[in-house]
T-cell receptor, first 114, second 114 residues
Framework: AQSVTQLDSQVPVFEEAPVELRCNYS??????LFWYVQYPNQGLQLLLK??????LVKGINGFEAEFNKSQTSFHLRKPSVHISDTAEYFC????????????FGQGTELSVKP | GAGVSQSPRYKVTKRGQDVALRCDPI?????LYWYRQALGQGPEFLTY????????KSGLPNDRFSAERPEGSISTLTIQRTEQRDSAMYRC????????????FGEGSRLTVL
């Protein structure tokens, strides 16, 4: 079985500052890793995913994440955030080839202040 | 359609009543998923379909919950004899295939059981 821990429930940050949202997972099998974003009153949207290959993954809206197998982490980063990045961010894991059956973390609320 | 459509968006019902939640996936998407999201939590997997076949229903909490997708397109999640603990946001998602996890989520159906 897999599990996901998002280490921060809320992250306040000023506009144009860098941000890192932390995610750790546990699994006894090989996994795929994902970050989804949820804007208010909308459905979840895929930001980026790691399936295989390069451990640095780039996604939409300037976000990137790095898969670290030894630390079982998949932290999300952005060098300079905008007000429009204010949203809830979910890290998720799935078994390989079971990419639609996701185990989500509890979410991190990113609040970008002017 | 252009996106995943769910109805109703909001449903308030009395304990003991049956409810049916509908999901219309993106046209041509093979896989369809149901998730449930409690307040302050990440989505939790319930069940998924490839075409009309229910492939995995391991996340359904008990036998009051059932889902169908009879023609491989629209799906209905039915909850019989609702209880207060069933109150949550129910999210539907679809994907082109099951394996690589790019899910497209609808806006959800918020169920409140009084």
């Amino acid at each position: 079985a897999q599990s996901v821990t998002q280490l921060d429930s809320q992250v306040p940050v000023f506009e144009e500052a860098p941000v890192e949202l932390r995610c750790n997972y546990s699994s006894s099998v090989s996994v795929y890793l994902f970050w989804y974003v949820q804007y208010p009153n909308q459905g979840l949207q895929l930001l980026l995913k790691y399936l295989s290959g390069s451990t640095l993954v780039k996604g939409i809206n300037g976000f990137e994440a790095e898969f670290n197998k030894s630390q079982t982490s998949f932290h999300l980063r952005k060098p300079s955030v905008h007000i429009s990045d204010t949203a809830e961010y979910f890290c998720a894991v799935s078994e390989r080839n079971q990419g639609g059956k996701l185990i989500f973390g509890q979410g991190t609320e990113l609040s970008v202040k002017p | 359609g252009a996106g995943v459509s769910q109805s109703p968006r909001y449903k308030v019902t009395k304990r003991g009543q049956d409810v049916a939640l509908r999901c219309d996936p993106i046209s041509g998407h093979v896989s369809l998923y149901w998730y449930r999201q409690a307040l302050g939590q990440g989505p939790e997997f319930l069940t998924y379909f490839n075409y009309e076949a229910q492939q995995d229903k391991s996340g359904l909490p008990n036998d009051r919950f059932s889902a169908e997708r009879p023609e491989g397109s629209i799906s209905t999640l039915t909850i019989q004899r609702t209880e207060q603990r069933d109150s949550a946001m129910y999210r539907c998602a679809s994907s082109q295939t099951h394996g690589t996890g790019e899910l497209f989520f609808g806006e959800g159906s918020r169920l409140t059981v009084l």
